[in-house]
């Protein structure tokens, strides 16, 4: 079988074509995974909607329904950085249920990537950094309360610290918060990982895929997850607006495979979302994006998944 891969037409709704936020990165991308022969329309799985009883298994039940209904306050649209629409609400609930279904693809098939989700700066009523609901913490309590795993690990790979994960997550001990970041980036207020990985900026690939190399060697071996969830932003890139990173291409690529062979070579599935990335040029955003998808295209014909 091909790669598990998540999508649905509503991740890219109309939006200001020269806003900061590069909303049809999620329908270039899909353009571009099929473009480059990696999956085909009819193979992709479609999410339903995430139900609002599963958002607050991670957020204030009033922050969920004043954001479905259109009911933000100047304050919270002002942090927010988007604006509301019905179609942007339908996105924003559909692509957690998109990282959710990525979730079970991966328990059920080892690996899984979805082609968006990383929405790791969202708080428990707010939003922050383009971020709304935070998939990452919503989908680790549900795969925890449903008994599915016993301890997810979240190595967040996005330039920007996983602050929104970390906080939400901070008393569930069970699932684990690591991120990899560069130390002078947004957000300014850090707040406290498990495993915090402040990166100086200007790194590159080799510095850079040593860190991550030594991380999982350590981590993987003393939690033993039952899932990782990966963010794999590629704002680490070079040619990023707003990262201070230095990574090629070929970084990412190798970034990404070896993260998902430290996974799969221990028997834990991984499923990957596609965090950050910030580019005028989308074009050359999507097929950045589209780096994690191949990688993991690789890994699995490589070990006979398919
Ligand atoms: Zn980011």
Redesign the pocket.
């Known amino acids: 079988m091909f790669l598990p891969l998540v999508y649905h037409d509503d991740y890219s709704p109309p939006f200001p074509a020269e806003h900061r936020f590069p909303m049809e990165k999620f329908r270039l991308l899909y353009g571009h995974l099929l473009d480059s022969g990696l999956t085909r329309d009819e193979q992709l799985h479609r999410p339903e909607i995430c139900p609002a009883e599963v958002l607050a298994l991670a957020h204030c039940p009033a922050y969920i329904r004043r954001f479905l209904d259109g009911d933000l306050g100047r304050e919270e649209q002002r942090r927010l950085g988007l604006p509301w629409s019905e179609a942007l609400a339908r996105r924003t609930v559909r692509a957690v249920g998109g990282s959710l279904l990525t979730a079970e693809l991966a328990m059920r098939h080892g690996l899984a990537c979805h082609l968006a989700g990383g929405t790791?700066?969202a708080h428990f009523d707010h939003a922050a950094?383009f971020c709304i609901f935070n998939d990452l913490a919503v989908i680790s309590r549900y795969l925890l309360e449903a008994g599915t795993v016993q301890r997810v690990l979240i190595f967040d790979c996005?330039?920007?610290q996983g602050d929104g994960t970390a906080r939400l997550l901070a008393d569930t001990p069970e699932a684990i918060t690591v991120s990899l970041h560069c130390e002078k980036n947004?957000p300014a207020r850090k707040a406290e990982s498990d495993w915090d990985i402040p990166l100086p900026m200007g790194m590159g690939d080799a510095d850079y895929l040593q860190v991550v190399d030594d991380a999982l060697n350590y981590l993987l071996p003393l939690y033993q997850p039952d899932l990782v969830l990966y963010d794999a932003?590629v704002?680490v890139h070079k040619d990023d607006a707003?990262?201070y990173l230095q990574l090629t291409d070929a970084g990412l690529a190798e970034r990404d495979e070896r993260v998902i062979r430290h996974c799969l070579g221990r028997d834990i599935p991984v499923m990957g979302v596609i965090?950050?990335?910030?580019d005028k040029d989308r074009a050359a955003l999507a097929r950045r994006h589209g780096i994690l998808h191949h990688s993991a295209g690789r890994v699995w014909r490589e070990m006979g998944l398919e």
């Open positions: 790791h700066h950094g996005d330039v920007h947004f932003g704002d707003l990262g965090g950050g990335g910030y």
